[in-house]
């Protein structure tokens, strides 16, 4: 029978133990480890789609926000009538195409 250790020092070995037992049970995988990684590491700037495509898409990003205002107050209506509803929802199919063709380039590049 393991007598039990009184002395911290003595238990401190099992406690490194354990403490990476429940570190590994909780992130098995290490992706904590990963993305803090990632994170820390320069955002890429390298683009494969024309520069001034992602300029037109900014721009229509911002024009978007000036028609119908930020996302937040949009979403403090909670209502919006027929007419307004159809309105930006036309905006925002458009400008979800402009956006998932760039990204269809950016990503046909890899």
Not at 75 to 93: D, F, N, P, V
Request: glycine share 4%; net charge positive; hydrophobic share 45%.
């Amino acid at each position: 029978m393991e007598k039990l250790a009184l002395n911290p020092e003595e238990s401190g070995e099992k406690n490194q133990v354990c403490q990476r037992r429940r570190q590994n049970q909780s992130d098995p995988y290490g992706t904590s480890r990963i993305l803090a990684l990632m994170s820390a590491q320069a955002p890429s700037t390298i683009r494969h789609a024309p520069l001034d495509l992602w300029r037109i898409a900014e721009a229509f990003l911002h024009r978007l926000h000036d028609l119908f205002g930020a996302p937040q107050d949009i979403a403090a209506q909670h209502t919006l009538t027929r007419a307004a509803h159809k309105l930006m929802a036309s905006w925002l199919s458009v400008g979800e195409a402009l956006l998932r063709r760039l990204l269809l380039i950016e990503a046909a590049a890899y």
